[in-house]
Structure formats: structure tokens, C-alpha cells
């Protein structure tokens, strides 16, 4: 779906939004956050199935994790995905795997490390990283300072190359809320955005870097998440 280009669109969310509805989710409706995670994985799990299959790539995937949930998301995918016949697979880490003691991300990274799988932990990617699918889980929609230094070095050498970007949630770099570029963002080619657009897919850079916008739950249906939301934006508290 290509998201519209107001700022305030009844159907999207601003960064604030998506935390406030997740702490919601976690703090009100007892779902626990690892619980959360695996349904996001779970779509872009199917997703990424969905562009081996039709949109003419190798079948190769090449996960680029963050040091947070985004990243936990990707590593669950992965693991979805572990096995599967016809489906390579690398994880990338270039600031290192999500490092939380405890928490969805971690238990993420436990379980991915359970499955032995070489992980790069470097600013240098894995061999042929690009000869497939990227998909981009480094930043999302709560990175609020600019990318710099290394990590704003593999954003780019990624968009050089060229090879097609799948972002997780936003792509990496663009304030979700206003769709200006924190520094440095990675155009991605399409973005699977969790519980609706966000606000800024539709101003400033947002419509570059995002590319097609389709959306996933997370747990809960639609109509649920956009009452919330209604309900918020009427009163003020979630």
C-alpha cells in the first residue's frame, strides 16, 4: 500500500504511538514482549518468503541486526526460516547482537546461539551478502540521534551496492515520525511496517527511502490496534 502523505493521518503512527501501544500490550493485556516479537517475526517470516518466491531474487538472505528489538525481530525470523530447502542464510551484526540480559532480544539471541550459526559481528559483511535479499533490521522507529561513524559507513556501502533492501518496521535511519534522515538511511526497496505506517513514510524523505509499504500485525488484530489508537488520540492516554 502506498501510505498517504499527511502527517496526521488517522492511519498512522507516530514512534511514540507504536511504544506507548506495545507498553499497552505488554502492561495491560499481559502479553508477554517475547510473545510480541514472535508474531512480528512470524510475519516477516512470511514476507520474506513471499519476495523469494516473486520477486526474482536468489534465494539468499543476508540478516542485518541492531542492537535492539528490531534486531531480535530479524533473528527470530532467521531462525523461522533455519532449514528451510532452498534458503541460504547470514546474520550480520555489524554494532554486535542485541546485549540485554534479559528481555525479548535477548532471549532471541540465546536461542539463535543455541543453533550454532556463524554470525559476523564486524563492520566487514559475510561473504556474499549481496547476492540476495538484505533485510534491514539495524535501526527502527526508536532511533532518535543521528547514525554516525561505522555503522553509518555500512548503511552506505549497502546502498551503493544496490541489492534489494527489505527494512523492518522503518528503514534504518529515517526518523519514523517526522521522515527526515537521522544522518544516514538505507532507501529500502520495501518495508514491512508493523501495526500500520508511520507517520513519516509519506513526508520529506519518507517516500524515497521506503519504497512499498505493507503492513503486519504483531499479535493483535487491526481493528484492535486502531481503537487504541482512536481512543489515544480522543483522550490522550492509551
Known sequence: ???????????????EECAAFDAYLQ?????PAELLMESAATALARWVR??????????TVCWLIGPGNNGGD????????????????SVWAPAGLPAAATGAAALAVRTWKELHLPTTTTVDPP??????????????VGLQRPVQGPLAQVLKRIATNGC????????????????????????????????????GFGRHSGPQMCGRVRCAGIGVSTAFAYAWLHQRRQHGAG
Do not use: N, Y
Request: net charge negative; glycine share 12%; aromatic share 6%.
Open 1 to 15: 500500500m502506498e501510505p498517504p502523505s499527511q502527517l496526521d493521518d488517522p492511519l498512522h503512527w507516530t514512534g
Open 27 to 31: 502492561r495491560d493485556l499481559h502479553l
Open 50 to 59: 513471499v519476495l523469494l518466491r516473486s520477486a526474482e531474487i536468489a534465494p
Open 74 to 89: 530479524g533473528l527470530v525470523a532467521a531462525r523461522k526460516l533455519h532449514g528451510e530447502q532452498g534458503i541460504a542464510q
Open 127 to 140: 561473504a556474499d551478502w549481496d547476492r540476495g535479499l538484505l533485510v534491514d533490521g539495524l535501526f527502527g
Open 164 to 199: 534489494p533492501v527489505l527494512a523492518v518496521d522503518c528503514p534504518s535511519g529515517l526518523d519514523a515520525t517526522t521522515g527526515e534522515v537521522l544522518g544516514t538511511a538505507l532507501p529500502a526497496r520495501w518495508t514491512l511496517s508493523f501495526l500500520g505506517p508511520k507517520s
